[in-house]
């Protein structure tokens, strides 16, 4: 990594990479038992679908030792759509898919053969499985998964702030290592060298790829590094969405909702999320409690971020 790459590393989520590590994860249960409840859930889900996962499912090989990249392009924004990456896999041109169907180095199955027979076509019909797969699998699920990557990205910018890039990247994984000139990746199935000529380096916090992390040097793309999100273990809790009585009697239960949810520094975004509020709805209510003196607001990096004051924390105690 040169001081070009140093000067380009970014953080950007990719919702299409958590369609493919979750499959992981279904065909693979006893390494994944984090994820067990959402793996019992999301089965269920699937089961009463008709459509057919072949594809999808024989693209993500276990052990997975090599993705093919288009499985899930590098994000060229910071939060893209599922919409937009879904596009970003459409495009990637057919001697490409072909190269990397058959840089997996292992027989291919059926749907795989007629993917890289036509893959404008069947990129296309991928593309649709996968819309159906995030429908069952992902979206009931995607606004706390989105909610704990966002705290990922805000706690990696404050190591960045405090230790600088050795530190952001030191603190990644066990598996990462800022070492001279470059970063080492400890990989289970292969070693290597890679130069990353300067295009930097995309992080990508993932949700399922625990306890491991995943490189992606197609050289198509920007080079990639997916690691965990912090908070995994907390992630498929059950989380009541409740306030307190005595506060919400006297505040209103919305507003009460809001302080409750506030046990971290959250944006409007996030809280809207985490209440099923609208945007404009939860922004009315912050302002009306930053005006009564039960929240504070403060600006880091892109993010303005709500929390609770010591008189909002004394109410919920009370009143728990």
């Known amino acids: 990594m040169s001081a070009g790459d140093l000067a380009r590393v970014r953080f950007a989520f990719s919702p299409l990479w958590e369609v493919a590590a979750s499959v992981r994860v279904l065909k693979e249960p006893g390494r994944h038992p984090l994820h067990g409840s959402w793996r019992a859930a999301a089965e269920r889900r699937l089961q009463r679908s008709t459509a057919d996962l072949s594809l999808l499912f024989d693209l993500v090989p276990t052990p997975t030792k090599y993705l093919p990249g288009f499985l899930a392009p590098t994000p060229t ?16 041109p057919p ?24 893959p404008a076509r069947e990129l296309h019909r991928l593309a649709g499985v ?38 952001l990247l030191n603190e990644l994984s ?44 197609e050289p198509l793309w920007p080079a990639a ?50 209440t099923r509020m609208s945007a404009g709805n939860a922004s009315q209510h912050l302002t009306a409690l930053r005006d009564a003196g039960l929240v504070s607001v403060r600006r880091e990096g892109r993010y303005v971020l709500y929390s609770r004051t010591d008189l909002a924390e004394a109410l919920l105690a009370r009143s728990s």
């Open 130 to 167: 996968i819309e159906g797969y995030w429908d069952r699998a992902i979206r009931p699920w995607w606004p706390e998964m989105l909610d704990l990557l966002d705290q990922d990205v805000r706690h990696r910018g404050a190591l960045l702030v405090e230790g600088g890039t050795t530190r």
């Open 225 to 274: 590094l997916r690691y965990p999100s912090r908070g995994i273990a907390e992630l498929w809790t059950p989380k009541p969405r409740t306030a307190p009585d005595a506060l919400a009697s006297v505040i209103g239960r919305s507003r009460a909702l809001l302080l409750a949810e506030l046990s971290a520094p959250r944006s409007t975004t996030e809280l809207s999320r985490r």
């Open 174 to 217: 066990p598996r990462v290592r800022w070492h001279d000139d470059g970063l080492r990746v400890t990989h289970r199935y292969f070693a290597g060298t890679h130069a990353l000529d300067g295009r930097g380096l995309v992080l990508v916090p993932s949700t399922f790829v625990w306890p491991t992390v995943f490189s992606k040097l």
């Open 95 to 118: 001697h490409s898919v072909r190269t990397m169907i058959e840089n997996a180095g292992r027989p291919a199955s059926a749907p795989v053969r007629r993917l890289h027979a036509d």
């Open 77 to 92: 924004t910071s939060r893209p759509t599922l919409a937009e990456e879904l596009e970003g896999l459409r495009a990637v």
